[in-house]
């Protein structure tokens, strides 16, 4: 049985309510950091992007990395792939989870590792966040001598230190970086949490356009990271990235992460001096974010020295629109008789004078000949038009003939059933279903959710940038167990804000409760805040999934799903 670090790590000053630091000895759920890219060796010999002066590194620590190989099992389940990173007496893997056949990242280092207590602590804390913006936790765990952290593996993402190889970004693309980065930051700051190693290489980017941020708190711990000022020191990173994002630059002397520094003796110069075109609003915001290193904002606004007050100032931004769409117009060509020059006789006279313009011919059916073919056409029309009418009609009152003789001979005898009213089915039992995210949507509350009172609601978690959960994955929802094989006519869900939702239905003869969405066809679709999903037909099922694509936006601006009510009749 491996035994799970309990610990807690304090890696950010905050105030209010209580951080998910100081909850980590209540929880039960593992995780840690993310995924490990190929920049990382060349991260951990670059410049890093905290620079405040609070800033202590442990030295390296004289354990070696355990010896591992591709192909190793850990817990008889994370197949070790390939070695990305060997650093520090600890190592990071691209691995596949073989139980449920997804691709993750594994960080391993020996149990008598200086940092393996903290690294356990920090995986901890950032799996209790919970938040869609950053890289998963999945596993964080002690065993055989090793501790070992798993985190999702984003094969769909793009570092933005390779965004940034192809150029600066746009003044859009820049916005929705800075504005999400800080966002997310200023949450986590709010739970005690913070990252300490912001840099290109730990931002990744979708494709969907969302940003997502790997390796909070745990790159810190692994790398012996530690600073008075984590606030200050996570907005400074906030603000090189936004520098780089719109220069191509990195704001230091030093080269780093790909990127050419500034020139020596200069000092740090705003973007739009570095380079033309660059967005003003987002050149000054990326100044007062670098503010702790010694620049002076070009218009004198009060520098930004947490997550929250940069992600205030982004807000207050004029808003940047989307450059324009652009369609590639193919190049019209003339042929050579559009250019007058098919079969055109020479000009005689020597003069270099344009020859006569051709004839242009009249349009169609503009001669006689058109006239009167135009008219016969439209003749034969009216004509068969009047012949369909007369045969629809005689059909029609020939059908009535018919009902009203056979009348007296039906009346009365329709099928006993036919009037019945539809029965309400109890639901014995639901769960949450999340088989595309990490397997958990607040199943303490699914109870709410059909226990007859609309006030109470069953809500997923929050998802940022679009209503279809932020691009990250198809739906979520919950399964009703409906005790035995009942047949299904109508469902009737009350949400909380107009919602997106699909009925699914196991098939009749499933034994058990289906785990993947695989053991479930779905049967209809709606949308709305009071949905009545009806299956063109019965369908026989006991297991029943409420599955919801498109949730309803908050009031901070974000997207959760509320699920107030759900009614299933036969």
């Not at 920049?39 to 905290?50: F, L, V």
């Not at 800075?178 to 979708?206: C, I, N, W």
């Not at 007296?408 to 769960?431: D, H, R």
Request: glycine share 10%; hydrophobic share 35%; proline share 8%.
């Amino acid at each position: 049985m491996a035994e799970r670090s309990t610990a807690a790590v304090d890696v950010a000053d905050s105030s209010g309510d209580e951080p998910l630091t100081a909850q980590a000895e209540k929880a039960t759920a593992d995780g840690v950091d993310a995924q490990e890219g190929r920049g990382a060796e060349a991260d951990a010999k670059g410049a890093g992007t905290a620079r405040s002066k609070g800033e202590e590194t442990s030295p390296a620590p004289e354990a070696e990395p355990p010896e591992l190989h591709s192909g190793h099992k850990l817990a008889r389940r994370y197949r070790l792939e390939e070695c990305v990173t060997r650093l520090d007496g600890f190592s990071s893997w691209r691995a596949v989870d073989e139980k449920l056949r997804r691709a993750v990242g594994v960080h391993v280092l020996p149990a008598d590792h200086p940092r393996a207590r903290p690294v356990l602590s920090a995986a901890r804390s950032a799996a209790l966040l919970g938040d869609p913006r950053f890289v998963q936790v999945l596993d964080a765990v002690e065993e055989n001598d090793l501790v070992y952290v798993v985190h999702e593996w984003l094969p769909d993402a793009t570092e933005l230190t390779n965004v940034l190889a192809s150029g600066p970004l746009e003044p859009h693309e820049a916005y929705q970086l800075v504005s999400q980065v800080s966002q997310a930051m200023a949450a986590a700051h709010r739970e005690g949490l913070a990252h300490l190693r912001l840099t290109p290489s730990s931002v990744l980017r979708t494709e969907s356009g969302q940003y997502r941020i790997r390796g909070l708190a745990v790159m810190a711990a692994l790398r012996g990271i530690r600073t008075d000022h984590p606030q200050r020191t996570d907005t400074e990173a906030i603000g090189a990235l936004l520098y780089a994002a719109l220069t191509q630059r990195w704001p230091y002397e030093e080269n780093a992460y790909g990127l050419s520094g500034l020139p020596k003796g200069v000092g740090l110069i705003a973007p739009d001096q570095v380079r033309a075109g660059v967005h003003r609003g987002l050149s000054e915001l990326a100044m007062r974010a670098l503010v702790n290193e010694g620049a002076t904002p070009s218009r004198q606004e009060p520098p930004c020295t947490t997550p929250e007050e940069l992600s205030k100032a982004v807000t207050a931004l004029p808003r940047i629109r989307p450059p324009e769409p652009s369609f590639a117009t193919p190049t019209y060509r003339p042929t050579t008789y559009q250019q007058g020059g098919y079969h055109q006789p020479a000009n005689r006279n020597g003069s270099g004078a344009p020859a006569r313009p051709v004839p242009v011919p009249p349009p169609p059916l503009q001669t006689r000949t058109g006239q009167a073919l135009k008219w016969t056409v439209a003749a034969l029309l009216i004509a068969a038009l009047g012949l369909g009418s007369w045969q629809l009609a005689d059909t029609l009152m020939d059908r009535e003939n018919r009902g009203d003789d056979s009348g007296s001979s039906q009346s009365g005898s329709g099928s006993p059933g036919e009037n019945t009213a539809p029965e309400s089915i109890s639901i014995v039992a639901a769960q949450d279903f999340d088989p595309l995210g990490d397997g958990s949507e607040n199943p303490d509350q699914v109870g709410r959710a059909y226990d007859g009172d609309k006030g109470s609601y069953w809500e997923t978690r929050f998802y940022v940038g679009r209503p279809d959960l932020g691009g990250l994955k198809s739906g979520v929802g919950l399964i009703l167990d409906l005790g035995k094989p009942q047949q299904v006519g109508t469902a009737r869900i009350s949400f909380i804000g107009s919602t997106t939702v699909q009925l699914m239905a196991a098939p009749e003869d499933a034994s058990a409760m289906p785990t993947s969405l695989d053991g479930f066809s779905r049967v209809a679709r709606g949308s709305g805040t009071h949905v009545k999903l009806e299956p063109p037909k019965p369908v026989t099922t006991r297991y029943v999934l409420v599955w919801l694509t498109e949730l309803p936006p908050t009031a901070e601006g974000n997207y959760r799903g509320k699920v107030a009510d759900i009614k299933i009749t036969s």
